[in-house]
Each structure stands twice: as structure tokens, then as C-alpha cells.
């Protein structure tokens, strides 16, 4: 039988863990959505009935974000987050995302809800950016902010080096062992791929292999954050099917 190998970011699902109910708890801030029992800001979760979880982000009465997540770890973002003014109340800046957590938007708004730039994206990479000079008297987010760190060559490229570089097990295969090993691993500000470690087990040959395979990983072009790299964590899914 044909054995396929598949890799994807990953995306999971934990409506069990809520089921109906909203979930509440405190963090530190809400554009970095790490736990914390001492955050002055609340965070509110509702499972949505097509896919993911709708994360309200509140300091005191005021809203500040709003955004999609695929499950309750918030790693990838799906569909568009809003972050609000947290004086005036209104909409300041938009991201938009696509199913696999890639930023596909970056938006800047005015208090009239007018756009003061814009910029696109494929494969992580901007592809325009466009300044409305009539409303950029209000810019306050300037584009070299952030960007993410990305295999180089994009989607393409990591496709073939997935291709090429992935095997599955002899011992996996002739026992018929299958699963999805779920990794999480640094870029460093030089590029390399450091710490992976399996958050889900699949078999000791699988995840064995879904180690390997990311460590032999060529360097990636590492995140910046205002012009300067930085390290940045990564999440993939290795998918063995036979």
C-alpha cells in the first residue's frame, strides 16, 4: 500500500475541553495570550459552532482584542483579529489570517473606521502595502513592527524539503504503525532550528523520526520585531500514514 507522509501547521481542536461553557481566566497582556494568574487583563473564550474559539480580551470593562484561535493553547490564529483603542472604544488595527494561521492582512484604522495602510501577504512574505495619505496624520503602527520567521523559499520550498527529507521508519512501517506527531521547536535569531520537543506523541519511532527530520532542517530566515531578529517558536504537525 502506498505510504504518504503529509506535514501541515497545525491546527486542533479542543471544543471537549469547553464544551458549551465560556472559559475565564486572567493574562498578561493581550496581544501575547500567555497565561498568567497575576494579569490585570481577562480573557474570555467561546467555543464557535462552525470551528475554533472566539477570544475576547478585556482591561476592566474595556475591550481591547478580539480574535479567532484553531484551539485553547491560542497558537494560530484563524479568520481576522481586531484590536481595539482602549480609550475611544474603536477599531485600530486588524489582522486576518488564513486556516493554517498565516497572516494573509495588517491593517491600521482611523477612529473614523477609515484605513490608514494596508499591507498583504503569501507565504508570510509581503506581497503590496498601500498608505492612505489623506489619514496617515493618525499612523501610530509603522511596518517594519514585526514579521514571523519563514522557511526560505516559502510554502513551495518546504513542501519539497518535507519530500525529500521525511522517511518513514522500516520497523513503523513493517508493524503498521501510524499517527501524528505534533512538534514544537525555536528558530534562533541565526536562523537554526534549536529545543524541538514533542508536545504530542504519536510512537516512539514516529516522534524519533519527526525529530530528526526537524533538526535537519536548513536555516530559516528568523522573525524580526522593529527591524531586529529574534528567536521565535514554531509548531508543526508530522503526519505518517501508510
Known amino acids: ?108 484604522l482611523d477612529k473614523h473606521a477609515d484605513t490608514i495602510w494596508r499591507q498583504t501577504f503569501k507565504n508570510d512574505e509581503v506581497v503590496s502595502s498601500k498608505v492612505f495619505p489623506e489619514n496617515e496624520a493618525a499612523r501610530t503602527i509603522f511596518f517594519s513592527m514585526q514579521k514571523p520567521a519563514i522557511y526560505p523559499g516559502g510554502t513551495t520550498a518546504w513542501k519539497k524539503f518535507v519530500a525529500s527529507n521525511l522517511k518513514y521508519p522500516k520497523e513503523a512501517s513493517t508493524k503498521k504503525i501510524q499517527g501524528t506527531v505534533l512538534l514544537e521547536f525555536t528558530i534562533s535569531k541565526e536562523g537554526k532550528v534549536v529545543k524541538p520537543k514533542v508536545i504530542q506523541s504519536a510512537d516512539p519511532l514516529l516522534d524519533a523520526e519527526a525529530v530528526r527530520f526537524i533538526i535537519s532542517s536548513p536555516n530559516w ?22
Not at 19 to 47: C, H, Q
Not at 223 to 242: D, P, Y
Open 1 to 108: 500500500m502506498k505510504r504518504i507522509i503529509l506535514l501541515a501547521c497545525v491546527m486542533l481542536f479542543g471544543a471537549t475541553l469547553l464544551a458549551n461553557d465560556t472559559l475565564i481566566f486572567r493574562i498578561s497582556n493581550p496581544w501575547r495570550p500567555e497565561k498568567d494568574a497575576n494579569g490585570s487583563y481577562i480573557r474570555k473564550v467561546i467555543p464557535t459552532a462552525d470551528s475554533g474559539f472566539l477570544a475576547l480580551d478585556y482591561n476592566g470593562e474595556k475591550l481591547m482584542t478580539k480574535g479567532f484561535y484553531t484551539d485553547t493553547d491560542f497558537n494560530v490564529r484563524i479568520y481576522c483579529h481586531y484590536f481595539y483603542n482602549a480609550e475611544k472604544g474603536f477599531v485600530k488595527e486588524i489582522k486576518c489570517f488564513d486556516s493554517y494561521g498565516n497572516i494573509k492582512m495588517h491593517a491600521e
Open 221 to 242: 530566515i528568523p522573525a524580526e520585531a522593529n527591524g531586529v531578529k529574534i528567536n521565535s517558536t514554531q509548531r508543526r504537525s508530522v503526519v505518517f500514514q501508510l
